[in-house]
T-cell receptor, first 113, second 111 residues
Framework: DTTVKQNPRYKLARVGKPVNLICSQT?????MYWYQKKPNQAPKLLLF???????READTFEKFQSSRPNNSFCSLYIGSAGLEYSAMYLC????????????FGPGTRLTVL | GDSVTQMQGQVTLSEDDFLFINCTYS??????LFWYVQYPGEGPQLLLK?????NKGISRGFEATYDKRTTSFHLQKASVQESDSAVYYC??????????FGGGTRLTVRP
């Protein structure tokens, strides 16, 4: 099974409220990623976990948090949503720290009102 | 930093037409290059991959050639089908295993 699952598929949030998105995979991949995709833009890497080590991109360092309680699950947390967070959030996983193919989930569409 | 450019945001063809999607990249490393395809309601999935060791990738009738001289990685298919309708991303992976995506090309194939 090469499936990456994301929940929920659609999320509506109010400005200033927290948002928590969930991703899971059963391929025993050591690396899990979160990307943000806005219309007419390329997917943008936000952060990734290699095993238990979190790596966040410099330009989004303070905007997103993540946790990985076990190998299979990874969450993306926004402490206080703003309108600019409206986007598709894609989760992906791979083995050996990204040396192999990344498998993507179907995405969670977040709308902030 | 690394960058990937896909100039064609949208391409509309009829079945059995020839497909050509332009991609150029910029990096200071010797990258691995990919084409990912995203069908409606799904996440991107790997279509083909090319490394510096093998200049051409072929998969499901699609092919792409890695040209270091022109830093291009164009995607081609001789005869498209309606089922090929999707968004195609040109992607670069650098030494740190980080992916850089192009903006994507939405292909619509009319029956």
């Amino acid at each position: 099974d090469t499936t990456v699952k994301q929940n929920p598929r659609y999320k509506l949030a109010r400005v200033g409220k927290p948002v928590n998105l969930i991703c899971s995979q059963t391929m025993n991949h050591d690396t899990m990623y979160w990307y943000q995709k806005k219309p007419n833009q390329a997917p943008k890497l936000l952060l990734f976990y290699y095993d238990k080590i979190l790596n966040r991109e410099a330009d989004t360092f303070e905007k997103f948090q993540s946790s990985r309680p076990n190998n299979s699950f990874c969450s993306l947390y926004i402490g206080s949503a703003g309108l600019e967070y409206s986007a598709m959030y894609l989760c992906a996983s791979s083995r050996l720290g990204g040396s192999y193919e990344q498998y993507f989930g179907p995405g969670t569409r977040l709308t902030v009102l | 930093g690394d960058s990937v450019t896909q100039m064609q945001g949208q391409v509309t063809l009829s079945e059995d037409d020839f497909l050509f999607i332009n991609c150029t990249y910029s990096t200071t490393w010797y990258p691995t290059l990919f084409w990912y395809v995203q069908y409606p309601g799904e996440g991107p999935q790997l279509l083909l991959k090319v490394t510096t060791a093998n200049n051409k990738g072929i998969s499901r009738g699609f092919e792409a050639t890695y040209d270091k001289r022109t830093t291009s990685f164009h995607l081609q298919k001789a005869s498209v089908q309606e089922s090929d309708s999707a968004v195609y991303y040109c992607v670069l992976r650098n030494a740190g295993a980080k992916l850089t995506f192009g903006g994507g090309t939405r292909l619509t194939v009319r029956p």
